[in-house]
């Protein structure tokens, strides 16, 4: 993807001699996953990618004929043309493995460039928890209406009152848990309660040799069932300390590798873009989507990776609710560091990589510190 970024700057003078007081100054970035950094190029540059197909080789010679020789030489040397030389032998595995999954280019740079290395969201003043809501408002002016009316409110349609169901207080005691207990570790049996009943197989059906289908507690794209959860421990009763790959239909924790309980807070932190609130759970779920089983039947289609993503969301929401069943609290954050996790995980993005990570445990019985969205009063009475 060729992407025109555009740099805004005050230009003082401009001000001054009552011209614009913003200069722009448009910086041309190719976004290719297959390098995994971003790349500034020329114009000329950016032209010549347009006049090079992208699947069948090229002789030097029939390059030549639709780029100037000097052009193609800098995009080899950045990698956006690849050769067929030793030099280039770890690039074409690179852009092999991105075609083997079928990425749909669009969603490739999405994913790919969205991930975060090494970032905290307590460095960002804007997303600051601490940030008072006014201050918001000062920036950036009231927030769109919080609910849409498309009728006056006599052409509404009135439906009946909502009747009583054993949901009604399980959704109401949902609220995100930003105060967990750091004292005592989480029951063996609650722990695999929840995973089991949120991750685990309810049924493994062989539909033909070679062909496994899933069922589990929540619907998956396809019924590809693409999300692997890796499991952070750092407190449960018996499990010891460090990362695990979850397997779902033996129910079973596959270590992978052991940590001191300061290593495993330390990453946690990574973990959730340094929000140290959800780091205290004492077990952390990272959702990895094995792109390359949705894309298998879903191949280079437009809505695969949303469907993905969305799929991430009914798994937390029911790890929410299973922990919630059991008097826990549960937290989800998109606001993580996936750079970080895939290389403590060994993952390759271009295949798997982390969509979201999620967590749970007891809640602090002591005072609440954090802020925790709860009108109802039905975790924390005192209101
Ligand atoms: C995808 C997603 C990402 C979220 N990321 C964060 C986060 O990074 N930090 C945080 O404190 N809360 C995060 N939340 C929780 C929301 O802030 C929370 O759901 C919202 O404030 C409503 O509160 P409730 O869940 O208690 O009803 C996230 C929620 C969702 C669905």
Redesign the pocket.
Known sequence: MIEPREHLRLDVGGLLSGRDALASETRIVALAPHLGVEVEIDADEAAALLRVGETPWLPLAALAARVSLDVAERLLAKGLLIGDGEAHAALRERDAAIRDAHWRPLSAVAHYFSRWRDSG?DEDARFT?HRPIASLVDECGLPPPHLTERTPREQRRRLPAMRESMLDELFER???C?NFDTTEPLAEADFSDVLKRVLGCLAVVEVMPGVVGLKKSYPSGGGLHPLEPYVLVQRVDGVETGLYHYHASDHALEPLSMLTAEAAARFAKVM??G?G??AEAPVHIVLAARFERTFWKYRNHPKAYRAIVLEA?HV?QNLYLAATDLRLGA?????INEIDIEQALGLDPLRESPI?VCGFGARTRRERTMF???PLGKVWPEG
């Open positions: 969201l928890r949902r609220v995100t930003r959730v873009g929000q609130f959800f969301g937390s937290y989800v954050t998109a606001a979201v925790e969205f709860d």
